[in-house]
């Protein structure tokens, strides 16, 4: 209503004395009373109202004006109070972030130990076989080595191993081989169809990654 914002704007009591004034004051909507005085306070207004007209002295509005002080203080502590377990809410969570990072570089480093041995022993099968087989084993070197670039970025999430940046990326070969991945893979039922422009330009970014938007 307009009477509260003016108690909120002139941070001072507003007393309507009799009837016609609470009328006045766009308080039509309060219903049998007669007389109402707003003082401000922190968190708003607080009303004291009577059904008698002129019910309230000057020693009642300051009567009213030292609560509305001790509320104002209660409201303030409330407020440090929120603050304060929002600051505690985030130190938790830089806490669990932390130890988040950690686990995940031990994770990370044992497993791409893992990842290496299987490279190793997959590069050695390329050289010794043809045909399917041939083509099988290149879908688990590329695989594995996807699986290694993930591990690189978990690694950099826990910020144990510096950005090595972006590289420069052949956007139509990567799409011809993640087609070929995906042909391989996918169930018979499912045809796919790639169309790439001839001489397009590299871009930098992470080959790993585009790949796995693509396979995505």
């Not at 307009?2 to 909507?29: C, H, N, W």
């Not at 020693?59 to 009213?64: E, P, S, Y």
């Not at 956007?171 to 169309?195: D, H, Y």
């Amino acid at each position: 209503p307009p009477s509260l914002r003016k108690v909120l704007e002139s941070k001072a009591p507003f007393y309507r004395r009799t009837r016609q004034e609470v009328i006045a004051s766009g308080d039509m909507g309060i219903s049998e009373v007669n007389c109402i005085v707003d003082v401000p306070f922190l968190g708003g207004t607080l009303a004291m109202s009577s059904n008698r007209q002129e019910a309230f002295t000057e020693r009642d509005i300051r009567v009213l004006s030292q609560f509305a002080q001790a509320l104002s203080e209660a409201y303030r502590r409330q407020q440090d109070l929120k603050q304060l377990e929002a600051k505690e809410e985030q130190l938790r969570q830089g806490l669990k972030l932390a130890a988040v990072g950690q686990l995940t570089a031990g994770v990370a480093h044992n497993f791409n130990n893992l990842l290496q041995g299987i490279l190793s022993n997959a590069e050695q099968c390329a050289g010794q076989v043809s045909g399917r087989v041939k083509e099988s084993i290149a879908d688990i070197l590329h695989g594995t080595e996807r699986a290694a670039a993930l591990v690189r970025q978990l690694m950099l999430f826990s910020r144990k191993q510096p950005d090595a940046g972006y590289l420069p990326v052949e956007l139509g070969r990567l799409v011809e081989e993640t087609g070929g991945i995906c042909r391989r893979t996918f169930a018979a039922r499912i045809s796919l169809t790639t169309e790439v422009q001839a001489g397009l330009l590299p871009v930098l970014g992470d080959a790993n990654q585009l790949t796995q938007v693509l396979l995505n």
